[in-house]
């Protein structure tokens, strides 16, 4: 038979292989993460940077730090590119339409997950059906023109809305799906409405819900080109992305210094919105993965 320190050794031996095991494969996942880690975050450090540099700082020293920082570039590109105004739409036009999806997702969403309606998953198929569907340019314009909102913020919002609408229910779906039925059961007991609840104990814990819905929603909104090019003509009208492709230009060149500066006070918004709800962000988007 087999010694017990023979059975020792063995056991020994086996641990160590394990621990050598997710030591390397710790080391690898974390050297992976570390690389694309700075594949992503050096192109915005390297942008925020280039905006403090003189135009002849910025051919001569492209990688290295601003000998001098500098607030110029950002006030010539505020006064240029008309920023106060195109950041204003894309403040109004991005948080209207995140907060009416993020509404109108979260009852489509609990009536989908909750209640047995006769046509539920005919329903829930035709929105995920139509989460990666194009949006066919040309009818919407005629849409939007004969409704007369061509050229306003209310003819921007409302399509956006319902592009954003069929992820967002996906997502809110998923989520009321893995809460325990009893919450609601027990307030309508004590007496309060399929309404009252929602609102009052369904709402506050679809928190990580929210979060995701509202970053996806944002960003996808204050980054979008195509509809405002599409459906806004004035300056007046422009949003941040228009506006900073036609600044691009504005001097038959691309000041690029100036550009920087303008790209970084437009990034501030969003990343400002994922830093506020981060927490809560992978959460969301991870409910409901199993019982979904």
Same mark, same amino acid.
């Given at each position: 038979?087999?010694?017990?320190?023979?059975?020792?050794?063995?056991?020994?031996?086996?641990?160590?292989?394990?621990?050598?095991?997710?030591?390397?494969?710790?080391?690898?996942?974390?050297?992976?993460?570390?690389?694309?880690?700075?594949?992503?975050?050096?192109?915005?450090?390297?942008?925020?940077?280039?905006?403090?540099?003189?135009?002849?700082?910025?051919?001569?020293?492209?990688?290295?730090?601003?000998?001098?920082?500098?607030?110029?570039?950002?006030?010539?590109?505020?006064?240029?590119?008309?920023?106060?105004?195109?950041?204003?739409?894309?403040?109004?036009?991005?948080?209207?339409?995140?907060?009416?999806?993020?509404?109108?997702?979260?009852?489509?969403?609990?009536?989908?997950?909750?209640?047995?309606?006769?046509?539920?998953?005919?329903?829930?198929?035709?929105?995920?059906?139509?989460?990666?569907?194009?949006?066919?340019?040309?009818?919407?314009?005629?849409?939007?023109?004969?409704?007369?909102?061509?050229?306003?913020?209310?003819?921007?919002?409302?399509?956006?809305?319902?592009?954003? @609408? &069929?992820? =967002?229910?996906?997502? %809110?779906?998923?989520? !009321?799906?893995?809460?325990?039925? +009893?919450? $609601?059961? #027990? *307030?309508?007991?004590?007496?309060?409405?399929?309404?009252?609840?929602?609102?009052?104990?369904?709402?506050?814990?679809?928190?990580?819900?929210?979060?995701?819905?509202?970053?996806?929603?944002?960003?996808?909104?204050?980054?979008?080109?195509?509809?405002?090019?599409?459906?806004?003509?004035?300056?007046?009208?422009?949003? @941040? &992305?228009? =506006?900073?492709?036609? %600044?691009?230009?504005? !001097?038959?060149?691309?000041?690029? +210094?100036? $550009?920087? #500066? *303008?790209?970084?006070?437009?990034?501030?918004?969003?990343?400002?919105?994922?830093?506020?709800?981060?927490?809560?962000?992978?959460?969301?988007?991870?409910?409901?993965?199993?019982?979904?």
């Amino acid at each position: 038979m087999e010694s017990s320190i023979d059975q020792r050794s063995r056991a020994t031996r086996f641990l160590t292989g394990v621990r050598g095991e997710r030591i390397i494969l710790n080391l690898t996942s974390h050297g992976i993460l570390i690389f694309f880690t700075i594949l992503v975050v050096f192109p915005v450090v390297w942008m925020v940077l280039a905006s403090f540099k003189s135009r002849g700082e910025l051919t001569s020293n492209v990688w290295g730090l601003p000998q001098v920082f500098t607030l110029d570039n950002y006030a010539s590109a505020w006064e240029a590119a008309h920023l106060g105004t195109a950041l204003l739409n894309s403040i109004i036009v991005a948080s209207v339409t995140t907060l009416l999806v993020l509404i109108l997702a979260m009852l489509g969403g609990y009536a989908l997950a909750r209640f047995k309606l006769r046509f539920t998953v005919a329903i829930f198929l035709l929105f995920v059906l139509t989460m990666q569907a194009p949006v066919p340019i040309i009818p919407l314009y005629v849409m939007i023109a004969k409704i007369g909102l061509m050229d306003t913020l209310a003819g921007l919002i409302l399509p956006t809305i319902a592009s954003g @609408l &069929p992820l =967002a229910i996906f997502i %809110f779906r998923a989520f !009321f799906r893995q809460l325990p039925g +009893e919450l $609601v059961e #027990a *307030a309508i007991v004590d007496g309060a409405t399929q309404w009252t609840a929602f609102w009052r104990i369904v709402v506050p814990v679809s928190t990580p819900a929210i979060a995701t819905v509202t970053i996806l929603q944002f960003l996808a909104t204050w980054n979008d080109f195509v509809n405002p090019l599409i459906l806004l003509h004035s300056a007046a009208r422009q949003t @941040l &992305p228009i =506006a900073l492709q036609a %600044f691009s230009y504005t !001097f038959g060149r691309t000041v690029w +210094e100036q $550009v920087f #500066a *303008a790209l970084t006070m437009g990034s501030v918004p969003v990343i400002i919105i994922y830093l506020l709800m981060q927490r809560w962000f992978i959460q969301g988007l991870t409910s409901g993965a199993i019982k979904g």
